[in-house]
């Protein structure tokens, strides 16, 4: 059964033209020096395996681009903030991710994972919903609203994988943000003075 998931997933991927550079610039909220290091590889290894290229930034050297997603790493969250989710994303505003590391690594311990693990598929359900550019959730897999046992058994094995649907919007999602990034670095521009030069302007204009 699990084969036969793997061979859809394949064949979405190949249908939606994996071959294609699609690749996303996450920086990571690096203030209160958590080693991420081992779940940025995981989660990237897990996009990696749909198609989809992470590139890693410190949040200090971060560069401007509009569409870079940001992770913000909370260690001592508000218990009355959002109570019971280890993170949040911000889908439609499609930059900003907010982590409460307190609660993963709370979350970690109580099922037997190291913190990191349970880390990497938490930075993928949120960055998976800032691409997709929705809040949905699916009723299995990665992007299940809330993961019990069986999910957490599936980490240890790195069985734990998106569903078909979910490789689909994600992908759509992908494409319509890199359609918005061009609209507005085209709209960054002016006509050409009369020199013939192109000059910048404010976005928007």
């Known amino acids: 059964m699990r084969l036969t998931a793997i061979m859809i997933l394949t064949a979405v991927a190949e249908g939606f033209g994996a071959a294609q550079a699609r690749t996303v610039t996450i920086c990571m909220d690096d203030?209160?020096?958590i080693r991420v290091a081992f779940a940025a590889q995981t989660a990237s290894?897990?996009?990696a395996a749909i198609g989809v290229g992470v590139e890693w930034r410190s949040d200090r050297v971060c560069p401007s681009s509009l569409d870079v997603i940001r992770v913000s790493i909370s260690c001592?969250?508000?218990e009355t903030q959002r109570p019971n989710v280890l993170a949040y994303a911000l889908p439609f505003e499609g930059t900003h991710i907010v982590v409460f590391y307190d609660?993963?690594?709370?979350?970690?311990g109580s099922v037997s994972l190291p913190a990191n693990e349970v880390l990497a598929y938490v930075l993928v359900h949120e960055i998976?919903?800032?691409l997709q550019g929705l809040n949905r959730h699916s009723t299995a897999g990665i992007m299940k609203a809330r993961w019990k046992s069986a999910e957490y058994w599936e980490m240890r094995s790195r069985a734990l994988r998106f569903t078909v649907e979910d490789v689909e919007l994600l992908y759509r999602g992908l494409d319509s943000r890199a359609?918005?990034?061009a609209r507005l670095n085209a709209r960054a521009f002016c006509r050409p003075n009369k020199?013939?030069?192109v000059v910048p302007c404010v976005i928007g204009n």
């Open 31 to 33: 203030a209160h020096q």
């Open 45 to 47: 290894n897990i996009f």
């Open 76 to 78: 001592q969250s508000d």
């Open 103 to 108: 609660r993963v690594t709370r979350t970690a």
């Open 128 to 130: 998976t919903h800032i």
């Open 179 to 181: 359609s918005r990034l």
């Open 195 to 197: 020199e013939g030069d």
